[in-house]
Every structure is written in structure tokens, then in C-alpha cells.
């Protein structure tokens, strides 16, 4: 009987990301202010629409949302509050429609991407609910500014997430030694009349 021949399978390691620099935005803060915010104008009852939580920006910013609650002492409501899968403007439209005809519904909203608030904001208008407080991750939404009431957005600042990474670009050229360093971009709050509404 002839002898098999042994095959020898390598697997590669998992490849993992070169170490280097990272400039980015921290959406946990920037979610937790949000929902502070809204918190601060009396709301108690906050629910977030957004992506899904294996998008790790999103995961942050649904940390920030339930910190914000829990830091408040804010109930944090019922698991239908948090929609944490609305991977499409249609999806955050239908979950605003499922919370708005619950028996008991939010009083506001974390909109958490722009694609969200894309849904979020003509549902709420749908269905003549202006006076739910509201909060939107995103300043670049068409009309943004210009619907009634306006709506209040968490300022995504590129221009400075540019401008830090540029820096620490030059920094590294002078000096590439210089260890690894991952750096927060804050955000600010825009208040625009949404989020500052009294349930």
C-alpha cells in the first residue's frame, strides 16, 4: 500500500493593525453629553436610535447614551427605548413609529448617525410629534437648521480632526520615535431648539 504524503497546513496569524497614530473623535462624550443635555432640560425617559454596535464607533456612542443614564440616575428604560439596529434611514423611521405608538414613549431622542436622523426627523414630523426632545449625532443632515423646530446636533468637527492629525503627522516626521498615540477629537453640542424642549 503506498505511503500517503503529510501535508503541512500553515495558517497565518490573524493579521492585526500596524501600530500608528490615531486621530479620532470620541463619540462616547460626545453621546453621553447629548443625552446629559437632554436630561438637563428634564427628559427621563430617553430613547437612542442608531447603527449597529459592531461598528466600534457606534458601540462607543451607545456606552455614552446608557453612562449618561446611569451616571443621572435615569431609569434606563425599556430594552424597545435603545434601537441599536437601524443600519438604514427606513429602519430609524419604523422604530420612532414603534416607540411613538408604545404606551409609554419617550419624551426624547439620541439620534446617533446621520443616516438615523435621516429617518428620525421626518417620522417625528409625520406624525406631528415636533415637541419630542431631540438630539442628532450629526450636523450635516440636509435641513438641519432650517426645520421647526431646528434640530440640535452634536458638531462632527473634520476640520479639526484634520488639523490634529496633520500636526501629529509633522511631529512624527521630526521625530519617529515618538510612541504611538491615539488622540480625542471633542465635539460640541449645537443647540438649535430640538433638544432643548421641556417634556
Do not use: N
Not at 56 to 78: C, I, K
Not at 122 to 146: E, K, N, V
Amino acid at each position: 500500500m503506498p505511503q500517503l504524503s503529510r501535508v503541512v497546513l500553515v495558517v497565518p496569524p490573524r493579521a492585526r493593525p500596524a501600530p500608528a497614530d490615531l486621530v479620532e473623535i470620541d463619540d462616547h462624550r460626545a453621546a453621553f453629553g447629548a443625552v446629559a443635555h437632554l436630561i438637563a432640560h428634564g427628559h427621563r425617559r430617553i430613547a437612542y436610535i442608531g447603527d449597529t454596535p459592531a461598528i466600534p464607533t457606534s458601540a462607543a456612542r451607545l456606552r455614552g447614551y446608557r453612562d449618561a443614564l446611569a451616571r443621572h440616575r435615569v431609569e434606563a428604560g425599556r430594552a424597545s427605548w435603545s434601537t441599536a439596529t437601524c443600519p438604514t434611514s427606513r429602519a430609524a423611521a419604523d422604530a420612532v413609529s414603534a416607540l411613538l405608538g408604545g404606551s409609554r414613549p419617550p419624551t426624547a431622542i439620541l439620534s446617533a448617525t446621520t443616516r438615523a436622523s435621516l429617518g428620525v426627523v421626518p417620522a417625528l414630523h409625520s406624525a406631528g410629534r415636533t415637541d419630542i426632545g431631540l438630539s442628532s449625532r450629526s450636523a450635516t443632515f440636509l435641513l438641519a437648521d432650517s426645520l421647526r423646530p431646528a434640530v440640535t446636533v452634536v458638531d462632527h468637527p473634520g476640520h479639526e480632526v484634520g488639523r490634529v492629525a496633520a500636526a501629529r503627522l509633522l511631529a512624527r516626521l521630526d521625530q519617529p520615535g515618538l510612541p504611538v498615540e491615539r488622540i480625542q477629537v471633542p465635539t460640541r453640542l449645537i443647540e438649535r431648539g430640538s433638544g432643548e424642549q421641556r417634556p
